[in-house]
């Protein structure tokens, strides 16, 4: 910035340590005068805008023990204290917390309501740096003091550090001379992401971690979910290494061990979220006094088995990318014990009929279970009704078997689905039903026919009549109900919720006691990182010369590909599913098949986890690439989405029931390549490329995609996107 005098201003920001940026600002005066230097600020007052448009409240009124006393001392830095506030989805505070402003130059600071200003005079040219801190207790900001003395007294040192430490991400980050300007410039944006959402140990977590997106505030924090840590560590093992492995060491600090105060029985449990915030109840189990009352701490479920995929990985690139061959052999004899646990959890805990084929399901959890150990659920018998809570799962499934609601939910299905990975998807149950018609201001019949998925699907399966009446609630919204009633056509309704129906497992211990929940299903996604996790640990113990270990392992991969093939094909459709565990299927089978596969329930994109982790026989390859490069199914504009266009549940903006998600898509197109579809493949990626919507452009990377027109949806700044998008352009663009 440039004044007509010739004055000029440079400013540059760095992030120089786990709790301070420093902020350059040149400032080149060639005019000979004396100039008054003005930095000003302001707190922010609104407590929520989106698009421009701020809510009615005040962050006062919103947060009103979110107090902010702001002071500055004799040379003008300036300290905001902040009160304690715990509301976990808006922000979180100790009563400690505090943001201070430190210069090198003495500035007199005044303050006004928010604002405040700080004033200094000088002559000619002039460098002044300000760091900017934010610590969240008084131990932590005791320790920064000297931190942000040693900045002010060497920040050259530490801008130089900073670019010194990118420009090593990039030299070690962009190493595909055959990838395009355009996909280099995705991989810049991507490593980009995957740092910037990289977050210092905090509150009870020990370990520096990475982010889902900082910039949505039910990702940020430092909140970390395996299923993300997976794909982010095997993407910066090759320019972050350190992070990559940190990441995952912050996931299994709270791995569940023997002797564990709320659940010893889950010895080898994942838990899906960790974070500086226990949640109270384990807050309670462990006697923390402080950062115990998260609601964002979640143990109702884990996440798929790739950690083995993930480690792998970083040890690959330690050994033979950065030279670390003692640090690599050192990290597998540090993860092994651990990933061995986690491989044998899922055996213990979610393998109800003992074959060797976990299942998803869900942990023992206030949210799933009663305190005298019932499975809790929800449900409506019409459409006037709100939801009633019941428990019991002989309750649940006789309910179910009754087909007597309009909608019904369990926690326990939930969680389940969230531990796939794809919250919601089709295959667990999830599709729209009449329910979800109710409550607008105002629908035709033809537009509550269609959100009602289940109703359309019942049509054309079974011949259902779904037309509609469509009436009002007492509050002027709208109350939907079927027009035919008959007991015939109900029937019909009845079996199309039959072929959504889920049903549970009790998993109890040697005492009869419940210790967890099952799917009646196998998944054909986990089956496939099933196969995987053994491969991957057979290479690890191989590595540390545990032969014997790895041949089990190695015999066990087999024995998985073996039944992916036999049991989870369907021959007339060409596609991978989800299977039943249903004892009556598996004796009209008799092939050691657990039960049939979920057809009905339509094409995923788990269909296709066989091609990525090469489970798949050649032939079943074949028919599954058939159907992902038809356009009536996956061959979107924006390719290969989370369901098929012709599955019953799917929507083009329903979260895992048709968009986009860069981590599925990457599962499908590495598959294509892995079974001989490399042109396949690459033009789907083109497709991407071209049609995600300012991917190559400017906007940040997204949490995915809609399939149809390539508009951005969900959280930007998306870390496992970003995770995908490199492994693209790092492993998967060759020469052509």
């Not at 007294?153 to 001379?177: C, F």
């Not at 929940?517 to 995987?532: G, H, P, R, V």
């Not at 079974?675 to 991407?688: Q, S, V």
């Amino acid at each position: 910035m440039t004044s007509a005098e010739g004055i000029s201003i440079e400013m540059t920001m760095r992030f120089v340590s786990g709790r301070s940026s420093l902020l350059e600002t040149k400032i080149t005066n060639p005019t000979g005068k004396e100039l008054t230097i003005e930095l000003d600020g302001k707190l922010v007052t609104d407590y929520y805008a989106k698009n421009g448009n701020a809510a009615k409240e005040t962050i006062n009124e919103k947060l009103p023990n979110y107090t902010r006393e702001v002071s500055s001392d004799d040379n003008g830095d300036i300290t905001i204290d902040f009160g304690r506030e715990r509301a976990s989805w808006y922000v979180r505070t100790t009563g400690e917390s505090e943001f201070h402003i430190t210069r090198n130059l003495a500035t007199t600071t005044k303050f006004t309501d928010d604002n405040y200003q700080s004033v200094a005079k000088i002559d000619g040219n002039q460098t002044i740096y300000t760091v900017f801190t934010h610590t969240m207790t008084a131990d932590e900001w005791n320790t920064e003091q000297s931190v942000v003395e040693d900045i002010l007294n060497h920040p050259d040192n530490y801008i130089a550090k900073t670019v010194t430490r990118w420009e090593d991400y990039l030299a070690k980050g962009l190493s595909n001379p055959n990838a395009s300007k355009e996909q280099e410039r995705v991989a810049v944006k991507a490593i980009e992401t995957l740092n910037g959402n990289w977050r210092s140990p905090a509150g009870v977590l020990s370990h520096d971690t990475v982010t889902p997106s900082v910039t949505a505030r039910w990702f940020s924090g430092n909140l970390t979910w395996p299923w993300d840590t997976w794909k982010q560590a095997y993407a910066m093992a090759h320019f972050n290494p350190n992070i990559a492995m940190e990441n995952i060491r912050a996931v299994f600090q709270y791995q569940i061990q023997d002797n564990d105060a709320l659940r010893p029985y889950d010895k080898g449990f994942l838990l899906d979220v960790v974070g500086m915030n226990m949640s109270d109840i384990r807050g309670e189990a462990e006697g923390r006094t402080e950062f115990n009352d998260a609601q964002t701490w979640n143990e109702r479920n884990t996440k798929p088995s790739l950690a083995s995929w993930a480690v792998w990985e970083v040890y690959t690139a330690l050994k033979n990318e950065h030279n670390r061959e003692a640090d690599a052999q050192a990290w597998l004899e540090e993860m092994y014990p651990k990933l061995k646990a986690y491989h044998d959890w899922w055996l213990t805990a979610r393998d109800t009929n003992g074959n060797g084929i976990p299942e998803y399901g869900a942990t023992v959890d206030p949210e799933h279970t009663t305190k005298d150990g019932q499975l809790i659920y929800f449900y409506k018998p019409n459409a006037q009704s709100d939801w009633i809570e019941a428990s019991g799962i002989d309750n649940y499934n006789a309910l179910l078997e009754s087909g007597n609601y309009v909608d019904i939910s369990s926690p326990a299905q939930t969680a389940a689905s969230w531990e796939s990975g794809r919250d919601d998807a089709a295959v667990f149950g999830f599709i729209d039903t009449i329910a979800d018609a109710n409550g607008y201001d105002s629908l035709s019949e033809t537009e509550a026919q269609e959100i009602d998925q289940l109703g359309r699907y019942a049509k054309d399966k079974y011949s259902f009549d779904n037309k509609l009446n469509i009436g009002t609630d007492g509050e002027g919204k709208t109350l939907v109900t079927y027009s035919n009633i008959s007991a015939e056509n109900t029937a019909k309704l009845n079996q199309a919720k039959k072929d959504w129906q889920v049903k549970f497992s009790e998993n109890k211990d040697k005492k009869g006691e419940v210790i967890g929940y099952s799917l009646y299903q196998e998944s054909i996604d986990q089956a496939s990182y099933w196969y995987s996790d053994n491969n991957y640990l057979a290479k690890i113990a191989t590595e540390l010369g545990l032969g014997n270990e790895a041949t089990e392992f190695t015999k066990k991969a087999n024995e998985t590909k073996d039944y992916i093939n036999k049991c989870m094909f369907d021959k007339e459709t060409g596609f991978f599913y989800d299977i039943s565990i249903d004892n009556a299927q598996a004796r009209e089978l008799n092939n050691g098949c657990a039960g049939k596969p979920l057809v009905n329930r339509g094409m995923g994109a788990e269909g296709w986890s066989p091609l990525f982790n090469e489970a798949a026989t050649q032939e079943h390859a074949d028919a599954v690439v058939n159907n992902m490069l038809d356009k009536s199914k996956f061959n979107t504009k924006m390719p290969l989405g989370t369901a098929a266009k012709d599955n019953p549940a799917y929507g083009a903006d329903i979260y895992w029931r048709g968009r986009v998600w860069v981590d599925q898509f990457y599962f499908g197109v590495k598959g294509l390549d892995n079974y001989g579809y490399n042109k396949e493949a690459i033009e789907l990626t083109n497709k991407l490329f071209a049609n995600a919507e300012g991917l190559t452009q400017d906007k940040p990377i997204q949490e995915n995609y809609n399939p149809e027109t390539g508009a951005v949806q969900g959280a930007n700044n998306f870390s496992w996107s970003s995770a995908h998008l490199y492994m693209l352009y790092n492993k998967f663009f060759k020469a052509q």
